[in-house]
């Protein structure tokens, strides 16, 4: 079994669905991202966020310990600040995605949230790296601008996508956490994909050496249940790229399983 920390949701899903893939893929439990709020007409930005978040905190509501979900947080909408309060006070989800899309992980919108979700105590997953479909946003997903968030401590965050194709300045950076922070550092590397093969395998071999295997995430990247073929593969693929690079069983059962535990503060 495995826990997947990067499934996307459209909004329309069926929870029995969900947890009917969860159990054919082999999945133990899986991170759910709510709708993008501003990727739907929902009316006026007042609404956007609460409406994204009710649709996600209805499909996980039916199994909260296998369905973990993530509210999607736009900083750039003025309900950004109530989203989130709404998000973990009133519909108990567990966590915030974000995508730096025409804005720096160092806006101040951007850092308001962080102070948010700091004071919240949740952990938050960032899109890093190159960015398919949304124009000329690429530039703002570089991973050295994540540095901003050592100055928020108190986050345990995770950079999607070994932030291919900048998979060494991504491992650069978490390196960095790992010698500024005391104790136990708060970046994660996400390897879902996103690099062809031959990048990834090497950027896992580089990884393992460089930042071991306590701070790896497994994902996907699908949509489920529709994508449940799709996620069955990525499951089997990662574990073979993984074996590729080096790793041994023990690392593969942490970055499967026993760090996104630590991540997400449910070990």
Known sequence: ????VHIHTHGDEESAAVLKALDQIGLERAVLFAVPPHRNDWGDAASSHRASIDQLAALVAADPERLIGFAWIEPTLPDALEGIDYAFEEKMLRGVKMIPNHWYPNDERAQACYQRIEQHGKPMLFHTGILWGLSDTS????????????????????????????????????????????????????????????WKVDALRKALAYLGDTHLLYGSDAHLPGGTDYAALRLREDREMLREAGAVTETIERIMTTNALRWLGLD
């Open 1 to 4: 079994m495995a826990i997947d």
């Open 139 to 198: 530039q703002y997903c570089r991973p050295a601008f994540f540095e901003i968030m050592l100055h928020y401590p108190g986050i345990r965050f995770a950079m999607a996508h070994i932030s291919w194709p900048w998979t060494d300045e991504c491992l650069a950076v978490n390196g960095k956490f790992k010698s500024n922070q005391r104790g136990e550092w708060t970046s994660y590397v996400d390897i879902t994909s996103g690099a062809p093969r031959i």
